[in-house]
């Protein structure tokens, strides 16, 4: 559309209309950059419903879903601004070369500059759809491409702001470069966590420290769950209690934290936990005792072993019986270890391919700890706190039956004197 016919034509209708050249000039210009708004605005609607419409349907037809992510991420919307910004620098700076000069260069700048945050835009656009569209691969889906993501763009809106202000000012891009060289020591300052997590998400990444979806304990930072996202300045992770915990990137290379992942990867969650014998409770079995206990089916083969073991180890020695310490004996805590070993070994909840161990630690204040180490065959929390539960249950009723006793605080507080 030829503008300055139509800005010739307007100036002399004002001016046959009784106005002076000056107002007729100025009523001409802003009308027409009116109208241009107008005109650009309408081509902005026009192109965003056709190129938001051609996506929607490429989106249908394909298999891939990259233009899926394109449309999540706005780029059709985007693009629409492209014909939008080319009619105005073609149409809109032109009506104000002739007459007002600065106006005329403000414009076109203003439109540049705009141009280059629509593009920027674009860019990141395109480049957070490729992100998310890598994310479906399994391979990458766990990897931090987030930081990835980040450090490009920081770079791109570095170099767009360095070019909007060349831009702007009319002044030469290395003069900027220059002064922001200058300057370099302040924008280590600026940017030290950025640059921290930049090199932090890089080490992250190559030694394979911490994925997306791995288990994270970090006390010192109130962090116990999943993480979720691993971008260049922090890392948010998902408690168990749903709350979300931000931990700047480069923590997790300098501070010290638990990562669970060997345990999820493992065929088995480990299980160690003690029970506190009273010291008072344990002593030698009689035979009586080791007739009654050998009814016990995990323990019927072991007791009949052992009875034949020590009973030709006595009369071999010649051992006097008379005083049950003399000689080898079975003693009700070494049974109970026995059995609980079997019970784990039979357990259809506990990986048997694994360690599977019953030990005596070393004696306390508080009795003898028992320990159970173990590992279940289930890993999921739930699952793996009830299995752990019926095993306790079962081994903590199954004490008297040793004639043992558990260790309790109150207990030996009332405890009658014998």
């Known amino acids: 559309m030829d503008f300055l016919k139509i800005e010739s034509y307007l100036i002399k209708l004002f001016q046959s209309q009784g106005l002076s050249d000056l107002w007729s000039k100025n009523f001409t210009l802003l009308l027409l950059s009116f109208s241009i708004l107008v005109l650009a605005t309408i081509i902005f609607l026009i ?3 056709v190129i938001i419409l051609i996506f929607n349907k490429l989106a249908k ?8 992510f394109l449309i999540k991420n706005k780029a059709p919307r985007l693009l629409s601004y492209i014909p939008f910004l080319l009619f105005l620098y073609s149409n809109m700076p032109g009506i104000f070369e002739n007459s007002y000069n600065g106006v005329f260069v403000a414009t076109r700048n203003i439109i540049e500059a705009i141009s280059i945050i629509v593009l920027i835009a674009i860019v990141r656009a395109l480049l957070r759809a490729i992100s998310d569209y890598l994310k479906t691969i399994p391979a990458l889906k766990d990897k931090p491409l987030e930081s990835y993501l980040q450090v490009v763009m920081i770079f791109l809106w570095f170099i767009g702001g360095i070019l909007i202000l ?3 000012t009319g002044k030469d891009v290395w003069s900027f470069v220059t002064a922001l060289g200058a300057l370099s020591a302040v924008l280590l300052f600026v940017f030290k966590d950025t640059i921290l997590g930049f090199v932090a998400s890089v080490q992250i990444a190559v030694n394979d420290t911490v994925r997306i979806g791995d288990w994270i304990s970090m006390p010192g930072n109130n962090a116990d769950g999943d993480v979720i996202s691993i971008s260049l300045s922090t890392v948010q992770v998902q408690n168990f209690d749903k709350t979300i915990t931000s931990i700047p990137t480069y923590k997790l290379i300098s501070d010290s934290f638990i ?13 160690k936990r003690s029970i506190l014998i009273k010291i008072s409770s344990i002593r030698f079995l009689n035979s009586k005792e080791v007739d009654s206990l050998e009814k016990i ?3 019927k083969d072991l007791i009949t072993i052992k009875k034949n073991e020590i009973e030709s180890f006595n009369k071999q020695k010649k051992i006097d019986k008379s ?3 003399n000689g080898r004996n079975l003693t009700n805590l070494g049974l109970f270890r026995f059995y609980a070993e079997s ?12 360690t599977i161990m019953c030990r005596q630690l070393a004696p306390t204040t508080q009795g003898i700890p028992i320990e159970i180490y173990a590992f279940s065959n289930d890993k999921i929390w739930v699952n793996y706190e009830r299995i752990t539960s ?27 004197p014998r």
């Open 61 to 68: 037809k394909t298999k891939s879903s990259f233009d899926d």
């Open 343 to 354: 019970y784990l070994n039979s357990h259809p909840n506990i990986n048997t391919e694994m």
């Open 166 to 168: 060349s831009i702007l």
């Open 323 to 325: 005083v049950l310490v």
């Open 390 to 416: 019926d095993i306790f249950d079962h081994l903590l009723a199954s004490i008297s039956y040793f004639d043992l006793e558990c260790f309790e605080l109150t207990s030996t507080l009332t405890e009658r």
């Open 297 to 299: 089916e995990l323990l």
């Open 47 to 49: 192109a965003k419903k």
């Open 259 to 271: 990562n669970w992942r060997g345990m999820n990867e493992s065929s088995g969650r480990r299980i």
